[in-house]
Each structure stands twice: as structure tokens, then as C-alpha cells.
């Protein structure tokens, strides 16, 4: 495993960071707190060392299992977590988005509950989840600097999405060099990550990015296949029926990546992501033992050539030569679109957006 740098921060992170999301909720298939914290275990048995709950996730209970987890490593791990989600006062309709509260008051009393629920003295990377870009106020920002003075946090964070992200909001989070930015990245939805590789380049700016959902909901993974059935309660199961059906065909023109005995697929598809250097961490969706044995083993696989990285770029640039709708082509905006316009980005303003173009 191999370890970079959280923008200026100085806290270093494992190239394959443990996306918390599984634990303590049923997103992502039902398995007990001791199963869990045994996954979190076994990761840092393969290297990883890097790990991002949220405290939105199961309600509060994602924060307690990692907290609980890693009570013994607390010296050795690096833990990210998120606010911004009024769960407190309202119920979880299914998979829907919860209101959101970020206010200064509301950073400050959210990262200390999280705190309780971790049971640690500091959070090193604590990103604000979701928010738009008119809520990050100046009382914000100072609350956060506030946070990192009393010595509670050590870092922050952007963390956006779902939809791929926003782009205003990651902008700005660049301008203002947050130590990272989350977004949604893979081989199959290129736009957002290139926007923000050129915004970290044209500003200088010491952002790092974070790479999540790598395997495009299980396509680049190939845990989801065309006789894959999703139970209803799967978050996979969002995606469009376009987006499964067209993603199988651009997997086969991204075979080359593959090197047999040396490099898998799954693993090609972290190693992409990791093949720029503005990239701190990806943080795939691990499911089992077996994943966790296999995709951390992506930091240390052969790299891919500057050929493989710009046939990754051209393919994607031609939508794979795939003309006909791939359910890929929506972004969110709370901007009126004015974001993605200016972006140059062909893509339409996602249904339930704040504001829908």
C-alpha cells in the first residue's frame, strides 16, 4: 500500500481508502456490527489505513461501529467523516435526501455529536456533506477554522454527489483550498473529476481530490452482470436500466487495462483514478473480505502507461461509441445549470435539483 498526501494538510491516507457507507446501514446488503468490524479489521490488515463514515449513515450508527472499530488504532488510522444532514429531526424516506442544516451553530454542535458517536477527541477530516454552494457562508468557513484551532479536527473537507456532484460547489471548495474534495469518479463518468483536475491546475490550488464509487455501481467490478438481480433495498438498483445495459458494452473496450495475473479490472479501475497526481484516495464500496483482499491490492499493481490513461480519456470523450441514451447524461446544479453551461459540459440539469434548468 502506498500513502499521499491530504492537500497541505500533512496527514498522509492510504492510496485505498474504506468507504464507511457499508457499515452500520442496509444500502449496501444487511450484515451485523461484528461482521462489519471485522471488515474494518481485516482492511487494516491489507494496508489501509484511511476511513470515511458520515454521520448521516445508518442514522448516527456508521460513526459508533467505526468509532468502536478502531478504538485500539486510533494512533495509526486516519478517520474522515461528514455533516450537514438534519437527521435528528427527520425520518429516512427510503433512499431519499434528507433536509440539510449547515450553519455555523450547526458544524460546530454536528462535528461534536459525531465526536460522542466516535468516541474520539479529534475527527482528522471532517467534510461538509452535500452542501450547496450559497451555504457555505463566511459563519461557516470561520466555524470550521474555529474547529481546527481548538484542535477537533485537523482537516476539511467537500464531500459531493450523489449524481456525479456539483460542480459550483467544487469549485469553490477548490478556491478555497479545502484539503479535499469528494467526488464521484470512474472511467465511465469522466466529466466531473477532468473539470476539477483543470480548476486544481489553473488555480494552484493544494486541493486533493477523493475518488468514490470507482466501479461505476458495479460495472467495472463486474459484481453486477445482466442475470445480476438487485433486491429492492440495493442502492445500485438506482441507477437506470440504460446505465447497466450500455455499461457492459463500454466494459469490453476497456479489456486492455487488464493484465493477466497482474492487474484485474477492479483493480485497473482504482489504478485509473490513482494515476493522477491530484488524486489523495479512491474509496470503493467493499462488500467482503474477498474485496477488501483484492482492491487494496490496486495501489501496488502495475500503473497505467500515459497510452492507457489517454485511451481511458479518448473513449470516454466519444462516449465509447455508443449513440444512443446510456442514462448518463444528467448533472445536479444549484445554480440553475449556470455551472455546468459554463463548464462546457453537455448535460442536462438533473431531476430534483434545487433548481432544475
Same mark, same amino acid.
Request: hydrophobic share 35%; aromatic share 8%; charged share 30%.
Given at each position: 500500500?502506498h500513502?499521499?498526501?491530504?492537500?497541505?494538510?500533512?496527514?498522509?491516507?492510504?492510496e485505498?481508502?474504506?468507504?464507511?457507507?457499508?457499515?452500520?446501514?442496509?444500502?449496501?446488503?444487511?450484515r451485523?456490527?461484528?461482521?462489519? @468490524? *471485522?471488515?474494518?479489521?481485516? !482492511?487494516?490488515?491489507?494496508? #489501509?489505513?484511511?476511513?470515511?463514515? +458520515? =454521520? %448521516?449513515?445508518?442514522?448516527?450508527h456508521?460513526?459508533?461501529?467505526?468509532?468502536?472499530?478502531?478504538?485500539?488504532?486510533?494512533?495509526?488510522?486516519?478517520?474522515?467523516?461528514?455533516?450537514?444532514?438534519?437527521?435528528?429531526?427527520?425520518?429516512?424516506?427510503?433512499?431519499?435526501?434528507?433536509?440539510?442544516?449547515?450553519?455555523?451553530?450547526?458544524?460546530?454542535?454536528?462535528?461534536?455529536?459525531?465526536?460522542?458517536?466516535?468516541d474520539?477527541?479529534?475527527?482528522?477530516?471532517?467534510?461538509?456533506?452535500?452542501?450547496?454552494?450559497?451555504?457555505?457562508?463566511?459563519?461557516?468557513?470561520?466555524?470550521?477554522?474555529?474547529?481546527k484551532?481548538e484542535?477537533? @479536527? *485537523?482537516?476539511?473537507?467537500? !464531500?459531493?454527489?450523489?449524481? #456525479?456532484?456539483?460542480?459550483?460547489e +467544487? =469549485? %469553490?471548495?477548490?478556491?478555497?483550498?479545502?484539503?479535499?474534495?469528494?467526488?464521484?469518479?470512474?472511467?465511465?463518468?469522466?466529466?466531473?473529476?477532468?473539470?476539477f483536475?483543470?480548476t486544481?491546475?489553473?488555480?494552484?490550488?493544494?486541493?486533493?481530490?477523493?475518488?468514490?464509487?470507482?466501479?461505476?455501481?458495479?460495472?467495472?467490478?463486474?459484481?453486477?452482470?445482466?442475470?445480476?438481480?438487485?433486491?429492492?433495498?440495493?442502492?445500485?438498483?438506482?441507477?437506470?436500466?440504460?446505465?447497466?445495459?450500455?455499461?457492459w458494452?463500454?466494459?469490453?473496450?476497456?479489456?486492455?487495462?487488464?493484465?493477466?495475473?497482474?492487474?484485474?479490472m477492479?483493480?485497473a479501475?482504482?489504478?485509473?483514478?490513482?494515476?493522477?497526481?491530484?488524486?489523495?484516495?479512491v474509496?470503493?464500496?467493499?462488500?467482503?473480505?474477498?474485496?477488501?483482499?483484492?482492491?487494496?491490492?490496486?495501489?501496488?499493481?502495475?500503473?497505467?502507461?500515459?497510452?492507457?490513461?489517454t485511451?481511458?480519456?479518448?473513449?470516454?470523450?466519444?462516449?465509447?461509441?455508443?449513440?444512443?441514451?446510456d442514462?448518463?447524461?444528467?448533472?445536479?446544479s444549484?445554480?440553475?445549470?449556470?455551472?455546468?453551461?459554463?463548464?462546457?459540459?453537455?448535460?442536462?440539469?438533473?431531476?430534483?435539483?434545487?433548481?432544475?434548468?
Amino acid at each position: 500500500m502506498h500513502y499521499r498526501e491530504l492537500g497541505t494538510s500533512g496527514i498522509e491516507v492510504s492510496e485505498v481508502g474504506f468507504g464507511a457507507w457499508v457499515v452500520g446501514t442496509d444500502w449496501w446488503g444487511d450484515r451485523s456490527d461484528e461482521d462489519s @468490524i *471485522e471488515m474494518l479489521h481485516h !482492511a487494516i490488515e491489507q494496508g #489501509i489505513d484511511f476511513f470515511d463514515t +458520515g =454521520d %448521516v449513515y445508518g442514522h448516527g450508527h456508521s460513526e459508533e461501529v467505526v468509532g468502536e472499530a478502531l478504538a485500539d488504532y486510533r494512533d495509526e488510522v486516519t478517520v474522515a467523516t461528514k455533516i450537514g444532514y438534519d437527521f435528528y429531526n427527520n425520518p429516512q424516506a427510503g433512499h431519499g435526501e434528507l433536509p440539510k442544516e449547515i450553519t455555523g451553530e450547526w458544524v460546530r454542535e454536528a462535528t461534536e455529536k459525531s465526536l460522542e458517536r466516535l468516541d474520539m477527541e479529534y475527527v482528522d477530516l471532517l467534510q461538509l456533506h452535500n452542501a450547496n454552494v450559497d451555504e457555505v457562508t463566511p459563519d461557516v468557513l470561520e466555524a470550521l477554522d474555529e474547529l481546527k484551532e481548538e484542535g477537533l @479536527i *485537523e482537516a476539511t473537507g467537500w !464531500a459531493l454527489g450523489p449524481s #456525479i456532484g456539483w460542480l459550483a460547489e +467544487g =469549485d %469553490v471548495a477548490i478556491e478555497e483550498e479545502f484539503d479535499a474534495l469528494q467526488i464521484v469518479w470512474n472511467a465511465f463518468e469522466q466529466d466531473v473529476g477532468n473539470h476539477f483536475l483543470d480548476t486544481i491546475r489553473e488555480t494552484g490550488s493544494s486541493t486533493s481530490l477523493i475518488a468514490r464509487v470507482p466501479h461505476s455501481s458495479g460495472l467495472l467490478n463486474e459484481q453486477v452482470r445482466p442475470e445480476t438481480e438487485l433486491g429492492s433495498g440495493d442502492h445500485r438498483g438506482f441507477r437506470p436500466d440504460e446505465w447497466y445495459e450500455t455499461g457492459w458494452e463500454k466494459l469490453e473496450q476497456l479489456r486492455f487495462l487488464e493484465r493477466d495475473g497482474e492487474r484485474t479490472m477492479a483493480q485497473a479501475s482504482i489504478a485509473y483514478l490513482l494515476g493522477y497526481d491530484e488524486t489523495a484516495a479512491v474509496t470503493p464500496t467493499f462488500r467482503t473480505k474477498a474485496d477488501i483482499d483484492e482492491w487494496a491490492k490496486a495501489s501496488d499493481v502495475p500503473k497505467l502507461t500515459d497510452g492507457e490513461m489517454t485511451r481511458v480519456e479518448e473513449l470516454y470523450a466519444d462516449n465509447f461509441g455508443i449513440d444512443r441514451f446510456d442514462g448518463m447524461d444528467a448533472l445536479r446544479s444549484s445554480v440553475d445549470g449556470d455551472d455546468i453551461r459554463a463548464a462546457g459540459l453537455d448535460k442536462r440539469v438533473a431531476k430534483g435539483a434545487r433548481n432544475e434548468a
